[in-house]
């Protein structure tokens, strides 16, 4: 049996657990991100790379490449990549990266955070694929053919 006295001790570890790790900071979570963009021709270059430390291949058809670079609290490795390529080719990228495609596009608040303004829209696809330990990519392919594909790929912080 415990006392008031054991609870409110147990209830101040905890707290204070809690501080340390960063859980009760007073921006949890919503300090907002920063994207910086790069200029097409960087995209460009940088995409294939980009996608391959998510586990992914920047399909051959692809065109129209956006890459942001994200700065998000402790995460890092934040990228997101869009692009246009063939609907059947994007989702080739996702099963060929051993990720099952679906159409539960939920996600969580860092993420939503992470991807700004985007949307999810009726008849997306997408796929989650852990890259190594610590590391996500988060696939997300529009109804349309060509779809737009918006990959974003980032590094979540050890505590």
Do not use: K, W
């Amino acid at each position: 049996m415990t006392t008031p006295h054991q609870r409110i001790r147990v209830l101040a570890a905890l707290t204070t657990a809690m501080l340390l790790t960063g859980c009760l900071s007073p921006d949890y979570p919503s300090s907002e991100p920063t994207a910086a963009p790069l200029p097409p021709a960087d995209a460009a270059t940088a995409a294939p790379d980009l996608l391959a430390n998510a586990g992914l291949t920047l399909p051959d058809e692809a065109t129209d490449i956006e890459v942001d670079l994200v700065d998000y609290r402790d995460f890092t490795e934040v990228s997101i990549t869009r692009f246009t390529a063939p609907r059947d080719r994007a989702i080739t990228m996702c099963t060929d990266a051993g990720g099952l495609t679906t159409e539960d596009l939920s996600h969580g608040g860092y993420e939503r955070a992470m991807m700004g303004d985007f949307s999810l829209e009726s008849g997306m696809r997408g796929c989650r694929i852990g890259v190594e330990a610590r590391s996500t990519a988060r696939v997300l392919i529009s109804a349309n053919d060509p779809a737009r594909v918006t990959v974003l790929h980032y590094r979540i912080p050890s505590r």
